[in-house]
């Protein structure tokens, strides 16, 4: 019933976000100052988050770590246990209103438990959290590379230390803009002093990412929430990897790299960049100081666009380029493979390496869904 009724929900997605949000604020108008100004990327959030948890009820262990992401990452937009039953008042007048034609007794039931037992998950995994860490941290910007006109690699010193796994993410807010919220890799190992490293492409629009890359400066502060992601180095210590990352996504790539390097000296270690061209490769230089330290550690830039004649660059679609590079990697099918950056490129990525033999369980990624 509960699917049943959600797919009314998903005939017209953008009607029933605005629905229920009106609804919301009409029943409590002072939860609006926890919101930003526009709310379109709240809508979509709010309806992805939702749709996870409908279809995800057939799989109650990977819901219930779901949820507590979810309940934990809620605190630094400062929503409280009290918060919840207008949440679900109003998502129930929602369902009312656009499932009219299939509403029954049962289905609200059905609908009730469902949020509650979800509620219940969300709000005891967010009191757990907070008697060990704060909502969030105030950094101060301590370095500001502009690599190119859209792009940044930013240097951040939280107040406290901010727990987190290579490979994981953490979500920053600017003075700029408050209350927006927006995801970002961490491209480095943790560090004695507790800095973090970010690269930053400011993406047409973006609030969070334009004000990062154009107008911070060292010196400024930002906000940042708990660190998450589940992409993180979990094999044998003798396990070779395969890391490819595009855009971006390189970042968390170059993070594992510098773990696995760490942790011991017998690890082959091949890290993939993709770019569309050289003046695209931002990170090329300190990748070459990595690699030139850690001997078992391979750096391979592949561009999408033709380069220069005379240049020993592989180029083409990672996807096409890929069959042939693995082939003279010996043993690749055994290697644990982690592949970051847009959506496009982790899903033709992903679907290669499928397509060349690697078993599923060897591959691994994490979309940012909310990244500018």
């Known amino acids: ?43 979509e959030r709010f309806f992805r988050a939702l749709t996870r948890i409908v279809w995800s009820q057939d799989n109650p262990d990977d819901l219930a770590d779901h949820l507590r992401r979810l ?22 007048a929602t369902l009312r209103t656009f499932a009219a034609d299939v509403w029954t007794v049962e289905a609200e039931n059905a609908w009730t438990t469902a949020y509650r037992s979800a509620a219940a998950i969300m709000i005891e995994a967010a009191e757990r959290d907070a008697a060990d860490a704060p909502p969030w941290w105030t950094a101060e910007i301590t370095g500001h590379d502009r ?5 940044a690699v930013l240097t951040l010193r939280p107040d406290r230390p901010l727990p987190f796994r290579p490979g994981q993410h953490v979500p920053a807010q600017t003075p700029r803009w408050p209350r927006v919220w927006r995801s970002y890799w961490i491209a480095n190992a943790p560090r004695s002093d507790g800095a973090l490293r970010l690269h930053v ?15 911070a400066a060292p ?19 003798g396990r070779g ?44 230089a300190e990748l070459r100081l990595l690699e030139s330290a850690c001997p078992r550690v391979r750096v391979v830039p592949i561009l999408s666009r033709p380069v220069e004649q005379g240049r020993d660059v592989p180029h083409g679609r990672l996807p096409d380029v890929l069959p042939g590079f693995l082939a003279d990697l010996p043993g690749w099918q055994d290697r644990d493979a982690y592949v970051a950056g847009p959506p496009p490129f982790v899903r033709g990525t992903v ?21 500018e």
Do not use: C, N
């Open 1 to 43: 019933m509960v699917k049943e009724t959600f797919t009314r929900l998903e005939a017209d997605p953008a009607a029933a976000m605005s629905y229920f949000y009106g609804r919301l604020f009409v029943a409590r108008p002072e939860l609006r100052a926890l919101f930003p100004p526009a709310m379109g990327a709240v809508h």
């Open 71 to 92: 309940g934990r990452g809620h605190r630094k937009h400062g929503v409280l246990p009290e918060h919840y039953p207008a949440v679900e008042g109003a998502l129930l």
């Open 219 to 237: 010196g400024d502060t930002v906000l940042l929430g708990p660190a998450a992601g589940t992409m993180t180095l979990r094999t044998e210590p």
């Open 351 to 371: 679907t290669a390496l499928q397509q060349q033999g690697m078993p599923l369980g060897h591959i691994h990624h994490d979309l940012l869904t909310d990244e």
């Open 147 to 151: 690599r190119a006109a859209d792009l």
């Open 241 to 284: 990897l395969l890391l490819i990352g595009g855009g971006t996504g390189l970042a968390p790539m170059k993070a594992i790299a510098e773990q696995a390097a760490s942790l011991g000296p017998d690890r082959d270690v091949h890290l993939i960049v993709g770019a569309r061209t050289e003046r695209d490769l931002y990170d090329l």
């Open 201 to 215: 492409r400011a993406r047409p629009a973006g609030w969070v990412s334009g004000a990062l890359v154009r107008h």
